[in-house]
């Protein structure tokens, strides 16, 4: 893919994905001021969910100046079945019902809004709305404004949330974004951490999908061209912002939605699950880093270039004792991947129950848990 370099030249690109997609993606040079207007020019009463790390950022000044506005703490833990009860209670409780809930900031936050906006209208506590197919009425309609670029939950129809037995989304077509507003340039001020590794999230979206025994052939196709930009920007030190990098990072992130639409990750998520449920302050970016690096067998050239990724931008490979995750949680790990059966079927295909065996993956388990 020929990918744009500059913000001029990405809100000038037209669609470049191939999966249908129903989120309105609109391309800006000016996210917040063309958020805020576009609001307005609807009519709508939003409240805001931001990320609680911009409010110091003077780019995001006007969303924080907002009377309804919820302020979410990101770096404490992704999002919680109990966080989306309690969100959804003290919107109930306002006096003028929103008809919008704006997601701002990374994956995590805008999956907390997604969540609330669906939940809104479905009585029950949402961890009875994890999985599939299950029959949900329509809530708020749902806008976003991504700070982070990688996750691709701008335009997925998944809210993935954290709940009291397992890490699973809302995977229903009312949890995806009717608007998706995306500026590149507000990503400057991410921490480094948070700028590679949802990188390398992404980058794991697009191989496993390319990998998978279950992708449709559009998702594969938008896999293919996101895995090469991922590959590119990752290759390059990310300390620092730089436009370039910016750009071509949300081109592969919206890819990284819309693969996964029609395309479905595999064993390293699954391993991932685990791993977070038991350390409620691991990022899901490193979770999944952690799981490739002992996935060298499944993945050969995941390990590869994720260990080539990280010695360019000069980190140690992350390990689950940083996250206090020892050999006491095996158990409780286990029983979570067990569970993730659509991962295991992309991974290895229509024989996955005789290889995705409860002793193999407590063997994965035990190698990661002894890297020290």
Known sequence: M??????????NLKPWWKTPVSTRVVLSDDGVADLLRMLGDEGRRPFFVAD?????????????????LFAFDATFSEPRTGDVD????????????????????GGATMDLAKATAICLANPEPAQFYQGYGLDMAKGADIWVLPTLTGTGAEITPIAVLRGPEKKLGINNKFTEAAVAVIDPSLTRGAPAFNRFYTMMDC?????????????????IEDATLGFALAKEVLSRDLTRYDEELAVKSAVASVLGGSSSVSGRVGAAHAISYGLSNSAPHLPHSVAVTISMCALEE??????????????????????????????????????????????WHSCFGDGWRGKATAEYIESIYNKIIKER
């Open 203 to 219: 980058y794991f979206h697009h191989y496993e999908i390319m990998t998978s025994k279950t992708s449709a052939p559009e998702g």
């Open 298 to 343: 499944i993945y050969p050239d995941g390990y590869g270039d994720t260990t080539r990724f990280l010695a360019a931008n000069g980190r140690r490979r992350p390990k689950a004792a940083d996250y206090g995750i020892g050999e006491s949680d095996v158990p409780k790990m286990v029983k979570t991947a067990l569970g993730m059966e659509k991962l």
């Open 86 to 105: 309690a969100l959804r209670a003290l919107i109930k409780a306002l006096p003028e019902q929103p008809d919008t809930l704006v997601g701002i900031g």
């Open 52 to 68: 609680k790390a911009l409010a110091g950022q003077r780019e995001f000044a006007r969303i924080f100046a907002e009377k309804n």
């Open 2 to 11: 020929n990918a744009p370099k500059t913000i001029e030249e990405f809100t």
